[in-house]
């Protein structure tokens, strides 16, 4: 069964620093999408970044970047010099097999960005 | 680009009455809609699929006449939650894709309290 795992419940970055969340995933499939999305207090879903599958390069938007590790089944989000804004929910998804487009979400990691 | 509006985001009712919140694209067709269901500091539960034109797909455990579905364009789906409770006291979360290889645009959420 397809599964995502994200092992930290919360993390801590200093402002301006790089931070990593982990992600992890578990598919059959060749063929697959991974995605992070980010949820603030607020309540709304933005999301940052996506990595195909067969993508040979590692996505990058911004602050934003992947670190696709396909044979370890990692899909870490980096993101660099932290913000303040930035203290939020994260959330690494992948779509489901088959063309439904369903989402599987992992657990969620909360960032806390320290002044 | 692809904006999801989501109306109201804020619901307070009695126990017993009906409760419709709708999920607008705003700036593309979406061929499919998804509404989710968040307890505090969970992750996102699916609770079913909407595609235009044809009746929803529920996942399972989802009580399919407590939460009504209609999907009556390419741009606007509803979820009614009929003869609401306060065990359906939660943050309801809509997205809405263009298709099945595209990411999923998320509206802003509705925070439904049930007295």
């Known amino acids: 069964a397809q599964k995502i795992t994200q092992t930290q419940p919360g993390m801590f970055v200093q402002e301006k620093e790089a931070v990593t969340l982990d992600c992890t995933y578990d598919?059959?499939?060749?063929?697959?999408?991974l995605f992070w999305y980010k949820q603030p207090s607020s309540g709304e879903m933005i999301f940052l970044i996506y990595?195909?599958?067969?993508?040979?390069q590692n996505a990058t938007e911004g602050r934003y970047s992947l670190n696709f590790q396909k044979a370890r089944k990692s899909a870490n989000l980096v993101i660099s010099a932290s913000q303040l804004g930035d203290s939020a929910m994260y959330f690494c998804?992948?779509?489901?097999?088959?063309?439904?487009?369903?989402?599987?979400f992992g657990q969620g990691t909360t960032l806390q960005v320290k002044p | 680009g692809a904006v999801v509006s989501q109306h109201p985001s804020w619901v307070i009712c009695k126990s017993g009455t009906s409760v419709k919140i709708e999920c607008r694209s705003l700036?593309?067709?979406?061929?499919?809609m998804f509404w989710y269901r968040q307890f505090p500091k969970q992750s996102l539960m699916l609770m079913a699929t909407?595609?235009?034109?044809?009746?929803?797909?529920?996942e399972q455990g989802v009580e399919k006449d407590k939460f009504l579905i209609n999907h009556a364009s390419l741009t606007l789906s509803t979820l009614t939650v009929t003869s609401a409770h306060p065990e359906d006291s939660s943050f309801y979360i809509c997205?809405?894709?263009?298709?099945?290889?595209?990411?999923?645009?998320f509206g802003d959420g509705t925070r439904l309290s049930i007295l």
């Open positions: 990595q195909g599958s067969y993508d040979e």
């Open positions: 998804a992948m779509r489901e097999r088959g063309n439904t487009g369903k989402l599987i």
């Open positions: 700036d593309f067709q979406a061929t499919t």
């Open positions: 598919t059959s499939d060749q063929s697959y999408g």
């Open positions: 909407s595609n235009e034109g044809s009746k929803a797909t529920y």
């Open positions: 997205s809405a894709q263009q298709g099945s290889e595209q990411p999923q645009h």
